[in-house]
């Protein structure tokens, strides 16, 4: 199956620690098909993190399967199915911005293209740099630029493998409110393939990325996913399981239409009713 679906069943991780244990994550089934947008939330510590660590082969789980375009998440992670997005931009501080955002790319020369990866859509160093609106700064080193500018440079390295499935751990949260919106619209715009510069020619054919984006943000949720599954507090299960049919592109008016405030109040009984409030 050469797509991005990522598939969980009976999925159950259970923390043991100096002889404590903890829920992380209840018995949870799930089915994302391929190119499917899906924004996870849930109270803190109702395991979100875990959920993506474990489909990105992190993480193995106590109970149940999880399955990534049909193959274990540790095959998957090992034929670079993912693109990462951490919390924290966590750059190379000894490479320049061209040198992160190609890192990968440099690594898997004639690696996995020669092999036959046909899933990877390797996307030019230049052109992301260009997307990400970070020309100029091509050969600046991490600590001299701003955390917005750091967190840029840590998706255009998400994307520049152009593996199928990207994995999003609340990527904007250190962010201000502005450059978290500008970053909201920017990965919505790679995401779709509206983000290529005009100097890049014509754009390729472009097949959606299946993304898992865990946030705290039930606007962040709305605004950019096609589903928003809300998990309960610890140990986390699906309270809810939203589709979000806004249509696209997005745009920040669409944030006073009346669907999306409805949407909004949804996601967020759902979340009240996983609180036990
Ligand atoms: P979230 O991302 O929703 O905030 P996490 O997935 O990070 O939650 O964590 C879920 C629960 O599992 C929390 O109670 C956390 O303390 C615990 N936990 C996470 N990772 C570990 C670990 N490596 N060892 C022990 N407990 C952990």
Redesign the pocket.
């Known amino acids: 199956m050469a797509d991005g679906a990522i598939v969980l069943r009976g999925v159950a991780k259970v ?1 043991r ?1 100096r002889g404590e244990q ?1 829920n ?1 994550l209840a018995p949870l089934d799930l089915n994302i098909p391929e190119g499917q947008f899906v924004a996870v939330i ?10 993506l660590r474990l489909v990105a082969g992190l993480l193995e789980p106590d109970a149940g399967t999880v399955s990534v375009a049909g193959q274990s998440p540790l095959g998957a992670r090992q034929a670079k199915w993912f693109g990462l997005v951490p919390q924290t931009p966590a750059l190379l501080p000894w490479r320049t911005v061209r040198g992160n955002i190609g890192l990968l790319g440099e690594l898997n020369r004639g690696g996995a293209r020669a092999r036959g990866d046909s899933h990877l859509v390797p996307v030019e160093v230049e052109t992301l740099i260009a997307t990400v609106g970070l020309q100029g700064f091509e050969s600046a080193l991490p600590h001299e630029l701003s955390g917005g500018m750091q967190q840029r440079v840590a998706l255009a390295r998400a994307f520049a493998l152009g593996a199928p499935v990207l994995l999003m ?1 609340e990527p904007f949260a250190a962010l201000d409110e502005l450059t978290r919106e500008e970053m909201r619209f920017l990965l919505l715009s790679v995401w779709d393939g509206r983000g290529r510069p005009a100097a890049a020619g014509p754009a390729e054919p472009h097949r959606p990325r299946t993304v898992l984006f ?1 946030t705290h943000s039930i606007e962040e949720a709305v605004l950019l996913a096609d589903r928003v599954l809300v ?1 309960s507090a ?1 140990p ?1 299960r699906v309270v809810a399981d939203l589709p979000i049919d806004l249509p696209r592109p997005r745009v920040a008016a669409q944030a006073d239409s009346d669907e999306f405030v409805h949407h909004t109040r949804n996601v967020r009984a759902a979340l009240r009713q996983g609180a036990g409030r």
């Open positions: 923390f620690r903890t992380a849930g109270p803190s510590g109702c395991g979100k993190s875990t959920l751990d865990v998990l610890r986390g």
